[in-house]
Each structure stands twice: as structure tokens, then as C-alpha cells.
């Protein structure tokens, strides 16, 4: 069984010297393997690929994450089919295999209804899969896939997406070993938690309120304590500097540090939820008789602490994608400060916080180029094929090293053809040497790091690396004029002296040496973009359209993610909706896109058509006609005419409603979504399926009353 948390750094886990209790951890590691020199990609969906292919993440064509896939080599985000997965070959060597929560792997432009399907989670090796399948969902409100097939999630206020999949894995457990007991099984249990949006029960919030109140200096400086005092970290290990651009506490305004703290708050809770229920599923097991016999391997983070809740934080995280700086100030967040981690939110804690949760290092989430970025806490348990017991072990691995382990263990060959195509050798090295040695010597010697341009090199106890692009920040520099770091990381564990003037010919040795490995794995040319890239127009990758300049839906076509809906953003568009009222004024939606955080709706509301534009959350423009449609059949049409140029981004537009080719209404839109609108709400017809785009309606109250014959979406020059 693996079990990947998401978004949490080295320093996130009280297992690991952290101040967040995580007591189900700690009890897996005191009866196992506490690995603390065990590194990831600095990214979710690269990791995920590596973790699951035991191959370098360009190799296997995830450079960055698959929302932001080019057409550069190593960065296409489509699986190649010579690269199989730890489930497709447990599956063929007898196991039952399932996928519970974040899948995060497969194409944006291949979550459809028309597939292909080659790259979901059942055709990668799993006869089970519940969870999500992009980069993270509502909690509250999740965009859940069972199989292939989507999930009305119920409505339910205390419905919480952790503890739902959570369930479903404990009854495919039970099931699977009812029906076929002497078959192993194979899990891979992967929660939204702690990746933003922050989403959790107030219950879990209020134990940890106060907790934070001391700041994220004092906070730092008693997680690197703690660290030396449990052994994770070596004795003298120093606490690395904090970036520049995090103030300190002491400096910040009193309303700041109230805000500050909350999301602390918040963010904690979802990690003490995340924890609770990872142990009722590994009690379950347990209550079975097989948990002993369970290769479990918990990786506590899939890349360092995030920052993108960039200075502030962010009671909107898809303001961070669209670059709108509004969304951040603390003035607006306050307003939310009762609500933050509940259903009207959509939140992300300040950067400070992510420095304080990688201590004792210096980055963050997408630093490749730095530990703080890479360095994730692993635990491995095994009472039945590993004799040490809560011992810690100081090897170098990474993450491409988990599935050659895995097959080591259980006995099962690396294969050389899969379903008839000749695979690539992994590139991953088996930790099972580490298993009952805690002496044995480093097997991995040289790894290569990059992400948006951030790169670094580990070579035998070196580290070189660079930063280029910071996670709150624009590109630093040209990539021939970055500044390189040096750290001989054998004696400095933290990464805090560096040593690239006393040492420039080891250095250069480092820097040749990443240019000698960038070719092997498809890691050139470096492409150090990023807001831009959630665009596929402005990336230069395909869409499900394929440059179509209109789409046509009938009624109830939804579910639609926004990589398989035609593309309505920095350009002028039009809907042409053809419908039917009864006798009856009629409600609910035609068409829209995204939800309260961000995206649009045609709909009507006493039968009067109207038509909304949710900029992030932030503001809400409506044109609403005065007089409800008449009985029987109607055109209605809303013109967006887009205020920018060719090669503008986000500008606003006039929106222009009529009923019958008479104008009824008028509107305009300052500001629009330049990127993205949501990173899990979908498009269609019918009714609005996720959290509601306007308050005018809920969820099953947008469901249209009347009939849709046909409504259309047209790219205008």
C-alpha cells in the first residue's frame, strides 16, 4: 500500500519533528522505517508519474503538471505506453489493484466522455479508482469519477471528500478479501489533503485554535528544536535562512497576524484530519489480519510546503492562477476569517507558513533547485518482512526508487514487455538494502532536478542548484545569467553554507554534470513559464477542441472540465440557446461554466433570462432581462464582445442579452479570467453541477425546469 499526502514539506509532521500532531504516523513509524533523505520533484503531477512509473518525470513526459503540458519533448503530459505503472504490473502478476483520491496523471485534453481512456486510472492498471481526477477539488463539493463514470456527490453539509474516499477504500478492502482472500491486494491512497483548497470541519479547526498565535518565526525555530532532538535531523544541523522576501512576524500589523494564524489554523486541521483518517483505514486493514502482512510505504508530501498563496495567502486560491493580486489583500480575507476552510472558501495560506513547514530548510513547493522544495518524511512498515523497528535511515533515494522496491519485495521481475510493447529499464533504485542496515552505503549517486526552470543536481554528497523562478515571483533572471548554489549536503543537512565561491571547480563539476544528465531524461529545453500555461492556447498544446470554433450541446451534456470545453477566454464569443418554456415561468440553468469562484452562467429566474460573470469570487456582473419569457419556444442569445486585442489577456468586455433578436439587457464586465476559471468545476447544460456559479440558485435548484433543444458557444474574430 502507498499512501502520498499532498503538498506537505519535511518539516509538516510531528513524526518528523513538526509542531502538527500526527500521532497515526508516528505510530506506523515507531513500528517501522522513518526515511529522512527521501526527495520528490518538487510538483504533484510530476512526482505522482515517477512515483508510480519508478522513472524520471520527463522521462515519462511530465515536466510540470498536466494542466500545464507543451509540445515540448518530456513535457507532452501523455504516458508513453513503454513506461508501465506499479498497477499494471501488480495486476498481471495476480493482485487486485485500486486508486483512491488524487489521480493528477492523465492528459487535461483526455478527461472526456469521448476519452481516449488509455491514460485513466483503470486502463494504468486499476480495476478500482474513486477520487478526482485533476490537480484538486472542493472538498465540499468535489468533481469525484468513480471509474469512468462521475459522481453526484451528495448534498450534504457535513460531507467532507477525505472521509468519503476514505470509506470507499475500506469497502473495496472488505470486499475484495471476502470474495477472494488469498489474492493480494494492492492500494494506492492519495487525498486532496493538505493541497489547497484548505477545506475541513469546523470541529477539526477549532483544535487548533491559538496554536499559531507565536508566528511562523518562533514556530520555525521550534520545529528545527524538535528535528535535532528526535534524531531526524543531524546534531548541528543549522536552520537555514529564510527567503528575503518573508517578512518577519514581529513586523507584521496586528490584523495581519490574526489573519496569518487562522490559516495556520486551518491548515493544520486538514492535516490532523488527513491523519485521523488514514488510521481508520489502516485499522480496518488491521481488523482484518493483513496489516502486518502489508508492505505500507507513507510518503508525507508529494513536494515541499506550497507557496502559492504567494505573500498573504488567499481566500481564493484561482486568484493565484489568474495573477490577480486583488484576491490577497488582508482586508478582504478578513471578511472571510469565520468561513476560512469552509464551503465559502476556496483557500491557501500565506508563503511564510510553507518556509516555516519545510523547515529546516530555506524553499518551497516548485524549488527543484533546493531541498525545501524536494525533501519530503517517508515512514515504511512491514512487521513481516523488515526485522528493524522504529530505527530512522539517512540513505539518499527519490521517488523514482519506490516501484523497483516494491517489485524487489514482493519477489516480481521488472518486465520487458507489457500488453506487446518493449519497455524502457527503470530508472529507479530498490531501497530494500536500507531495510535492516541502517549502515549501508548510498546506492543512488547523481540525480538532476528541475521544474519551471529551477534546477539542481545532487552528486555524492553535492548539491548544485539554482533558483530561477520563485514560487511568488516573476523569472529571475535568463537562464545563462542565473546564480548557482553549492552545498556539500554530506556534512550540511539543511542546506545552509554555500559554497559556491570556495569551491568554484566543484561547482562547475556540478553544472557540467546536470548538463550531461538534462539530455538522458528529456529535460531540455527548459521552459521556465507558468500562469500561461494553464491556457492551452497561450502554451501551445491541444484542447479537446482542436481550434473548433464552436460547440454545440444538447440538454443534460456536462461534466464537462475545462480543457474539454471550448476555450471562450481573451477573445469575443457568443451563446445561441434554444429552448422551451411551459405555462409556467421557468428556472435554472441553460448553460454555464465554473462556480463561485470563479466562472459564468446563462439562466433563468422567473423566467426572465440572465446571465451572470463570476470574476474569481471577487465580483459578479449581471445582465438581467425585466419580463419572463412567453410560453413556447425562445432564442436566447448573450454577445460577449471582448475589450482587448489579439494577444490581450483577461480584459473585460460588454455583454450584450436578447430574447428573439430584441435586445433585453446589457452589461460591463471589467476583468475576466485570463488562465482559468476552476481547476475541477465543469461546463454544460442543464444544470450547474458542482458549487453554484451565482447565489440565485443551489445546486439542485438550477436544475433548468423547462426544455433545452439546443444551445451553441461561437468564437467571434
Not at 513506461?83 to 489493484?97: P, Q
Amino acid at each position: 500500500m502507498i499512501v502520498l499526502i499532498d503538498d506537505l514539506g519535511f518539516g509538516g509532521t510531528s513524526t518528523f519533528g513538526g509542531v502538527i500532531e500526527t500521532p497515526e504516523l508516528t505510530a506506523l513509524a515507531e513500528e517501522g522505517l522513518r526515511y529522512t533523505q527521501f526527495h520528490t520533484t518538487a510538483l504533484c503531477s510530476p512526482t505522482r508519474q515517477a512515483l508510480r512509473t519508478g522513472r524520471n518525470h520527463h522521462s515519462v513526459n511530465q515536466a510540470k503538471i498536466s494542466e500545464t503540458a507543451t509540445s515540448f519533448p518530456g513535457a507532452t503530459g501523455m504516458l508513453p505506453n513503454d513506461t508501465a505503472g506499479i498497477g499494471t504490473i501488480l495486476r498481471e502478476n495476480g493482485y487486485s489493484t485500486a486508486a483512491f483520491g488524487k489521480w493528477h496523471e492523465t492528459a487535461v485534453w483526455e478527461i472526456s466522455p469521448s476519452g481516449p481512456m488509455v491514460r485513466w486510472p483503470n486502463y494504468q492498471g486499476f480495476d478500482e479508482f474513486y477520487g478526482f481526477m485533476g490537480g484538486e477539488t472542493n472538498q465540499w463539493s468535489p468533481a469525484v469519477f468513480h471509474n469512468q463514470n462521475r459522481v453526484d456527490t451528495p448534498d450534504d453539509p457535513s460531507y467532507h471528500f477525505m472521509n468519503d474516499m476514505t470509506t470507499k477504500a475500506i469497502d473495496w478492502i472488505e470486499f475484495q478479501q471476502a470474495l477472494t482472500p488469498d489474492k493480494p491486494f494492492f492500494v494506492y491512497f492519495a487525498p486532496g489533503a493538505v493541497h489547497a483548497p484548505h477545506h475541513v470541519p469546523q470541529n477539526y479547526i477549532d483544535k487548533h485554535k491559538g496554536k499559531f498565535d507565536e508566528g511562523w518565526d518562533v514556530i520555525r525555530e521550534r520545529i528545527h528544536k524538535q528535528q535535532l532532538e528526535q534524531g531526524i535531523i543531524p546534531k548541528g544541523t543549522k536552520l537555514a535562512n529564510k527567503p528575503d522576501d518573508i517578512k518577519d512576524w514581529s513586523d507584521l500589523s496586528s490584523d495581519e497576524q490574526k489573519l496569518f494564524a487562522r490559516q495556520a489554523e486551518v491548515f493544520a486541521a486538514y492535516l490532523d484530519m488527513a491523519d485521523h483518517e488514514i488510521g481508520r483505514l489502516l485499522k480496518s486493514v488491521d481488523d482484518m489480519g493483513e496489516l502486518d502482512n502489508t508492505l505500507l510505504i507513507y510518503i508525507a508530501g508529494d513536494n515541499g510546503t506550497s507557496a502559492e498563496g504567494v505573500m498573504n495567502g488567499l481566500y481564493n486560491e484561482l486568484t493565484y492562477f489568474n495573477n490577480e493580486p486583488g484576491g490577497s489583500s488582508v482586508e478582504t480575507m478578513l471578511k472571510f476569517y469565520d468561513k476560512w476552510g469552509g464551503p465559502e472558501t476556496y483557500p491557501h495560506m500565506s508563503a511564510g507558513w510553507a518556509v516555516a513547514f519545510d523547515s529546516p530548510f530555506t524553499w518551497t513547493k516548485q524549488v527543484a533547485s533546493n531541498y525545501g522544495g524536494t525533501r519530503n518524511g517517508m515512514v515504511v512498515r512491514w512487521p513481516e518482512g523488515i526485522k528493524s523497528k522504529d530505527e530512522v535511515r539517512n540513505q539518499w533515494h527519490h521517488v523514482i526508487d519506490i516501484v523497483p522496491t516494491i517489485l524487489e519485495a514482493v519477489g516480481v521481475p521488472e518486465p520487458r514487455v507489457v500488453n506487446g510493447t518493449p519497455q524502457r529499464p527503470m530508472e529507479g533504485k530498490s531501497l530494500t538494502y536500507s531495510f535492516d542496515d541502517a549502515a549501508a552505503p548510498d546506492r543512488r549517486l547523481v540525480q538532476y532536478f528541475e521544474m519551471f526552470g529551477n534546477r539542481g543536481i545532487y552528486l555524492d554528497g553535492w548539491f548544485a542548484g539554482t533558483i530561477h523562478l520563485k514560487p511568488w515571483g516573476k523569472v529571475e533572471s535568463k537562464f545563462a545569467d542565473d546564480t548557482w548554489e553549492l552545498y556539500h549536503v554530506a556534512e550540511d543537512f539543511s542546506m545552509s553554507e554555500n559554497l559556491a565561491e570556495k569551491y568554484p571547480e566543484k561547482l562547475a563539476e556540478l553544472q557540467k554534470a546536470f548538463l550531461e544528465e538534462a539530455p538522458k531524461y528529456n529535460v531540455l529545453p527548459l521552459d521556465d513559464r507558468r500562469q500561461e500555461l494553464f491556457n492551452p492556447v497561450t502554451a501551445g498544446r491541444p484542447d479537446l477542441m482542436f481550434g473548433r470554433k464552436s460547440l454545440t450541446l444538447g440538454e443534460g451534456m456536462n461534466y464537462l472540465l475545462e480543457n474539454d470545453f471550448i476555450n471562450i477566454k481573451n477573445t469575443s464569443w457568443e451563446i445561441t440557446a434554444e429552448i422551451e418554456s411551459g405555462d409556467k415561468p421557468e428556472n435554472g440553468v441553460v448553460i454555464s461554466q465554473g462556480g463561485r469562484f470563479g466562472g459564468w452562467s446563462l439562466y433563468l429566474k422567473d423566467g426572465k433570462p440572465m446571465f451572470a460573470y463570476n470574476y474569481l469570487g471577487l465580483d459578479v456582473t449581471k445582465a438581467a432581462g425585466s419580463e419572463a419569457l412567453p410560453k413556447g419556444k425562445a432564442t436566447i442569445k448573450m454577445d460577449f464582445a471582448y475589450d482587448g486585442k489579439a494577444g490581450d489577456l483577461g480584459k473585460g468586455g460588454t455583454v450584450t442579452l436578447s430574447v428573439n433578436d430584441k435586445q433585453v439587457a446589457t452589461a460591463k464586465v471589467d476583468k475576466t479570467q485570463f488562465a482559468i476559471f476552476s481547476a475541477d468545476e465543469s461546463a454544460g447544460t442543464g444544470f450547474d453541477a458542482e458549487t453554484p456559479v451565482v447565489e440565485d440558485y443551489d445546486r439542485e435548484g438550477s436544475r433548468f425546469t423547462g426544455k433545452i433543444d439546443k444551445v451553441t458557444i461561437s468564437l467571434k474574430d
